[in-house]
């Protein structure tokens, strides 16, 4: 592993609190998102340091921390820990309040709570954001999940596809009018005869 992998994945064993993980397995291999950005991705495997029972060879033991990160924003998309189980040192939301959430995407994210993105749902345990500049869904649109245990310990966190910021949306005044579309509105307006049914008559019409 290079020198710049190995400090994303100290990095990450620091902000999740996996001092008791060892780095089992790693890639890094190219991928696209939903509108054909090409980008590499780095995925690590985390293992307990202790084992509790027995598992497959060909499946990761409970508790294995699963995170994904783009190497080129420089941002963790996902964050899985399996069965839902984790061994982190770190509780994220004790409170597991959406507030509690939202501004911790928003730490991890550059992305603004209330601004770039908004709570649409709340899960079992944990929420559901999508993203939303002055209250304007916006398309295609990624989404973003979080969800933690009864202790408020983080369990999965998963970004769906890119999430603009207000920044990336050029903002402009609704400055459409009646009059501005009638010249164009007259443009598309064509003369057409329509048969009538029952009879051998047509009814001329406009229509767009």
Do not use: C
């Amino acid at each position: 592993m290079d020198k710049r992998l190995q400090n994303i994945a100290d990095d990450i064993k620091v902000k999740y609190g996996l001092d008791e993980y060892k780095l089992e397995t790693y890639s890094k291999h190219k991928e696209r998102n939903s509108i054909g950005e090409a980008y590499y991705k780095f995925d690590m495997e985390f293992f307990p340091n202790v084992i509790v029972g027995e598992y497959e060879e060909d499946l990761n033991p409970e508790g294995t921390a699963v995170v994904d990160y783009n190497i080129q924003k420089d941002i963790i998309e996902s964050v899985v820990f399996v069965e839902d189980k984790s061994f982190s040192t770190m509780t994220h939301f004790p409170g597991k309040t959406e507030e509690e959430v939202g501004y911790w995407i928003e730490s991890e994210t550059g992305l603004a709570y209330g601004s770039d993105f908004v709570m649409t749902d709340v899960l079992e345990n944990g929420f559901h954001f999508s993203p939303n500049i002055l209250d304007v869904e916006i398309t295609p649109a990624g989404m973003i999940e979080v969800e933690f245990d009864n202790n408020g310990k983080l369990t999965s966190y998963n970004l769906y596809d890119p999430i603009p910021s207000s920044e990336d949306v050029e903002l402009t005044e609704f400055t459409l009018t009646l009059q501005s579309i009638e010249p164009l509105a007259r443009k598309q307006l064509q003369l057409v005869n329509f048969p009538i049914d029952g009879s051998k008559k047509y009814v001329t019409v406009y229509a767009i």
